[in-house]
């Protein structure tokens, strides 16, 4: 009897469907809409919610309750906390690897230059994801400090709260350059506009991108399985993430 009652639900869940709540770090939301329609092709009675933050932001809302089924983070210190606090189900895993890139949408001398073309007076304004909750900021923080520019620079350094925002302030040329992920620049929407250049990988830490699940909704397992799937992977790759 047990059995059959198991088996009874979960064929009323695929069947009459679910909801699936990802908490989803900002740089991943471009190459998280494909994601989501190759998922829904699979389990289309699935309604699925996100919520796109800093992965700092998102993992206080998750401590205080917030009901996200899995957390896709920028970076693994957050899931690895989580799961340490015990509100994740399992251990996190790492999904891709993050690149960093330096992006202007005004006539400055980017490729010329490389990353010291932010020292000349003619940028004033540097946006910068909040190195406080965002591991893209974090690390472009990094970059700054290996090319010995962050104290000629700090000054100009204009902060979003996430790759997001940060990508706001450079699209609608509130600043003269900025840092955001690779995701950012080839994305249907940002693809061919302006000018960006990636930052030399000595300089950081490609950012291991880590994903946990927070809740029993089986469709967070299922969504994880398919993320890191070879189809999930070559979704990934096409944004620019590293893929192991």
């Known amino acids: 009897m047990k059995v059959l009652l198991t088996v009874f639900f979960i064929f009323f869940s695929f069947s009459y469907g679910e909801t699936l709540r990802i908490a989803a770090a900002a740089n991943v939301q471009y190459a998280l809409q494909d994601i989501i329609s190759s998922f829904r092709k699979k389990f289309p009675q699935v309604e699925i919610i996100i919520s796109v933050s800093s992965s700092g932001k998102l993992t206080a809302q998750i401590e205080r309750g917030a009901p996200f089924d899995i957390f896709l983070s920028a970076n693994m210190k957050y899931p690895e906390y989580l799961y340490k606090k015990g509100l994740a189900l399992g251990k996190p895993v790492v999904y891709a690897k993050g690149v960093l890139v330096l992006w202007s949408m005004k006539n400055i001398p980017l490729k010329e230059k490389d990353i010291f073309v932010l020292e000349e007076d003619t940028v004033k304004k540097i946006a910068i994801p ?115």
């Open 130 to 244: 909040n190195p406080r909750n965002a591991p893209y900021g974090e690390e472009a923080v990094k970059a700054l400090k290996f090319y010995r520019l962050y104290r000629k620079v700090k000054n100009k350094l204009v902060y979003g709260e996430s790759v997001s925002q940060a990508t706001q302030y450079i699209y609608k040329k509130l600043v003269d350059a900025g840092f955001c992920s690779k995701s950012v620049v080839l994305s249907p929407k940002m693809r061919g506009k302006g000018v960006w250049i990636e930052v030399d990988r000595k300089a950081y830490s490609p950012i291991k991108q880590g994903a946990v699940i927070l809740s029993k909704n089986i469709y967070a397992k299922e969504f994880l399985r398919f993320l890191l799937s070879d189809e999930g992977k070559k979704i990934l790759k096409k944004y620019g993430y590293i893929i192991r």
